[in-house]
């Protein structure tokens, strides 16, 4: 789980980061599980073999003790439904490693932490989430998968909904423990909300393989998946963007609250925006600009689709403020 500042923007009114949540857990979760399901179901052969309980709890213990060991723990929850937000160029073209030795200047130095995300990160977060995943597959009716995939997606929701609802609490709470503590803390909550993630992701996947028996059909909905969170600008939800270092222990850092702000930045640019506008106009009075929300761009950092679906953000000419007007 990706470390930001604590909190979103106090001006930022309940209802928008309520939305926020809700778009994380019924449209976000669905879309992007919906694409992996179809990916890994084209391949379910070679990803889920079948393994004794034994093997299924020690390959997720294995996953969390590296995770820890390497200081990447962060890693275990970095997606739906516990991370809702835009595509940020940054992120997808600059993926994060642990140790960002490309600031270092050596050429080598950067390949291996690349390596080091790529072979050691990734498969640590795979092995916890595969040997979750198997456990319940093992043990929650097996032989009625229906029933099986019901109680998934309930019980997955209904974590999820009590986790969003306590994290401010807990982040409070956290941020005035002594280090050891914070990072018991914090590793519990990080365990409740990946098992939470595997829950909810499992009985939907149980559900599209269901539904969406038909090869064809299979491949029908993982395309039309990706191209709507490409369209909404979210294609970054899908994929594992390097490896997120945890914080130092001595620095006090809010990794409890989840990155939820999809509607939240739209909100925030509709109001810096707008008030951009107002400034604009009192500078030259006769000239008339539209405040409405459809002339507003819909995220300050996707300054490309900002400027080709709203041009009146260019003919302004003011860089957008960091933080919402009083």
């Known amino acids: ?77 970095t997606g739906v439904p516990f991370m809702c937000r835009h595509d940020r160029a940054e992120l997808l073209f600059a993926a994060t490693t642990r140790f960002h030795a490309k600031s270092y200047g050596s050429r080598l130095w950067s390949f291996c932490d690349q390596l080091f995300s790529i072979f050691v990160v990734q498969p640590s977060v795979i092995l916890i989430w595969r040997g979750l995943w198997n456990i319940q597959d093992y043990t929650l009716l097996p032989k009625d998968p229906v029933k099986s995939a019901n109680i998934s997606c309930l019980a997955g929701t209904l974590v999820t909904i009590v986790l969003y609802l306590l994290q401010d609490s807990v982040a409070e709470i956290t941020l005035a423990l002594r280090p050891c503590a914070r990072f018991g803390v914090e ?38 998946a990706g191209w709507i969170l490409t369209i909404l600008n979210m294609g970054g ?59 507003k761009p819909l995220l300050k950092t996707n300054r490309g689709t900002a400027k080709a679906l709203y041009p009146l953000l260019d003919e302004i000419q003011l860089p957008l403020p960091d933080s919402l007007p009083s």
């Open 237 to 295: 939800l899908s994929t594992q963007l390097g490896a997120v270092p945890d914080p130092p222990l001595d620095i006090r850092t809010d990794v409890i609250r989840f990155p939820i702000d999809y509607v939240a930045q739209i909100y925030k640019t509709h109001v810096q925006y707008t008030a951009l506008i107002k400034q604009q106009q009192q500078q030259q009075p006769g000239q008339r600009l539209s405040t409405s929300p459809l002339s």
């Open 1 to 77: 789980m990706p470390s930001y500042p604590a909190g979103t923007p106090d001006r930022i009114p309940h209802w928008v980061r309520l939305l926020d949540h809700v778009l994380a857990l019924t449209i976000a979760c669905p879309l992007v599980s919906l694409l992996w399901c179809g990916g890994f179901f084209l391949t379910d052969t070679y990803i889920y073999p079948n393994d004794k309980p034994f093997g299924y709890w020690l390959i997720f213990i294995v996953g969390t003790v590296v995770l820890c060991l390497t200081g990447c723990r962060n890693n275990m929850v």
């Open 187 to 224: 590793l519990v909550w990080q365990q409740l909300a990946v098992a939470s993630s595997v829950t909810l992701w499992r009985g939907q996947w149980v559900w599209f393989a269901l539904i969406f028996e038909e090869l064809a059909s299979m491949w029908f909905v993982t395309l039309a």
